[in-house]
């Protein structure tokens, strides 16, 4: 009887296969545990750190820096006409640099051709911008209740009445005159872009100024 010796080839190469089978298993065993190190590993990681809401700002200042009360006015004397106008205004002051405010105008007009006075009134709206540090741009718009004359005969005359709307816009330069800038004069150049004096309005042109003080 003969017994099969393995030659010496062949025992390296059971060797070989046995190394390839144990490098197989042990590849297998560690591609089961990566998904769990990934994980332990992610665990360790800090998250990122959230900043905190802002709060939302709150204005915080008293009703006398939010509110201004003032007036304004204007006068002129031309051949025909005397005119003399006054505004109270109540504004609004926002933070910066902006404000808004609603006001009342009333202007006297003597004519002195025909020896009559007339009378406009009525309601305003208007905002200001701070430009530089005394100047500031003015826009403003107005409806008046105004009266005029309506000549029925020669040298004989009707008093009636219509509305009549102006939007102001120009420049202001203002001083200010009290402690912590509350009060100051102010005067303003502003051109009236719905000038139409064939539409009984009660400016003598589209160009006119104002003087005011505020608080």
């Known amino acids: 009887m003969y017994l099969d010796v393995p030659t010496q080839s062949q025992r390296a190469m059971k060797k070989v296969y ?13 591609l089961s545990q990566q998904p769990d190190t990934i994980k332990a590993v992610q665990d360790t990681i800090p998250a990122p750190a959230t900043k905190p809401a ?23 004397i031309t051949p025909n ?17 902006l404000i808004t405010g609603v006001g009342y105008r009333y202007i006297y007009r003597h004519e002195r051709v025909v020896g009559e006075d007339l ?29 005029y004359l309506n000549e029925v005969l020669p040298d004989e005359y009707n008093r009636e009445s219509t509305h009549s709307d ?12 009290g402690r912590k ?22 400016y003598y042109s589209p160009l006119t100024y104002r ?3 505020y608080f």
């Open 18 to 30: 046995l190394l390839l089978l144990l490098s197989f298993i042990s590849f297998q065993t560690i």
């Open 54 to 76: 802002k709060a939302a700002r709150r204005d915080n200042r008293p009703l006398n820096q939010k509110i201004a009360l003032g007036f304004g006015s204007s006068f002129w």
């Open 81 to 97: 006409e005397t005119y003399i106008e006054l505004a109270p205004v109540i504004a609004y002051r926002f933070p910066k640099r």
């Open 166 to 177: 102006s939007w102001f816009a120009g420049l202001g330069y203002v001083r200010s005159l």
């Open 211 to 213: 003087v005011g003080y």
């Open 119 to 147: 009378n406009s009134w009525g309601p305003n709206i208007f905002a200001r911008l701070g430009l530089l540090r005394r100047v500031y741009f003015w826009t403003e718009y107005e409806y008046l209740n105004t009266q």
């Open 181 to 202: 800038g509350r009060g100051g004069l102010s005067v303003q150049l502003l051109y009236n872009i719905l000038y139409n004096k064939d539409n009984y309005s009660p």
